[in-house]
């Protein structure tokens, strides 16, 4: 009886965490409705990879639920920006569609331009790319190069620092944590590709590198997992965006979009 009874409490217990946080994500959302909602992928691979490479990844989505979430878009008439609109707006330059999204990608893996941006160009909508500049040159065939990185209209690439994304020792923490200022700069410096806008490495920052990121005419930059959309109150270095990852029901990045 008194394990049974632990049972229940320690069930209770979790399902009150639980409704906290609901509770709270939800707030948040509606709190922030006016603003922008930007969203955050990964890779997308097709539907064979997804299922025989990447299949235990929670950040590649398969060609088919990446496109249901952008057909959706599509349907229901959203406008997608590019980091220059978001910066008009952020300064009040600029005022926005009430449906707008931003739709960025991180790591710069070369799945962007094989399979993103076919679809992206099938529904006419625009996204950023933002790439570990380390990448660029070496020799893994994962991650695009120097000559895919061409500029559209649509299509727009930027730094996700040169060789910051890695992580560090200790429990879930990342090398930036550990890095002085003059390091973080120092990585700023040896990056080829633009940094006007700038997406933190696993979405993790540091004490002070706001002074870094003024140094390196950084416009914007980009976190994670705040869950809300951004607005012209935020700390422009720490804008927020939603990640996806695979497991998201579409009824959950509907909701997330609105």
């Known amino acids: 009886m008194k394990l049974k009874k632990m049972i229940l409490i320690s069930l209770a217990f979790i399902l009150l965490i639980l409704s906290v946080c609901i509770i709270k994500i939800t707030i948040l959302h509606y709190q922030t409705r006016d603003g922008i909602c930007i969203v955050g992928y990964h890779g997308v691979v097709s539907d064979k990879e997804k299922d025989e490479k990447y299949s235990s990844n929670r950040y590649f989505l398969s060609q088919t639920q990446f496109e249901e979430q952008i057909k959706y878009l599509y349907e229901h008439q959203y406008v997608t920006l590019s980091m220059d609109d978001i910066y008009d707006y952020y300064l009040g330059k600029k005022e926005v569609h009430k449906k707008s999204v931003a739709?960025?990608?991180?790591?710069?893996?070369?799945?962007?331009?094989?399979?993103?941006?076919?679809?992206?160009?099938?529904?006419?909508?625009?996204?950023?790319?933002?790439?570990?500049?380390?990448?660029?040159?070496d020799s893994k065939e994962q991650f695009l190069k120097s000559k895919d990185i061409v500029n559209t209209n649509r299509i727009q690439y930027y730094s996700h620092s040169y060789n910051l994304h890695q992580k560090a020792k200790?429990?879930?923490?990342?090398?930036?944590?550990?890095?002085?200022?003059k390091e973080i700069s120092n990585d700023f410096q040896l990056n080829s590709i633009d940094s006007s806008y700038f997406a933190f490495p696993y979405g993790r920052s540091k004490g002070g590198v706001e002074k870094v990121l003024k140094e390196h005419h950084v416009k914007l930059a980009f976190s994670y997992n705040q869950m809300r959309h951004m607005t012209r109150e935020d700390q422009c270095y720490y804008l927020p965006r939603y990640m996806i990852i695979d497991i998201m029901p579409q009824w959950y990045f509907e909701w997330i979009c609105e």
């Open 103 to 137: 739709l960025t990608f991180d790591d710069g893996y070369k799945n962007f331009n094989t399979v993103v941006k076919p679809i992206l160009d099938k529904y006419h909508f625009q996204a950023t790319c933002f790439v570990i500049g380390k990448h660029l040159d």
């Open 170 to 181: 200790g429990f879930d923490r990342k090398i930036i944590q550990d890095m002085s200022l």
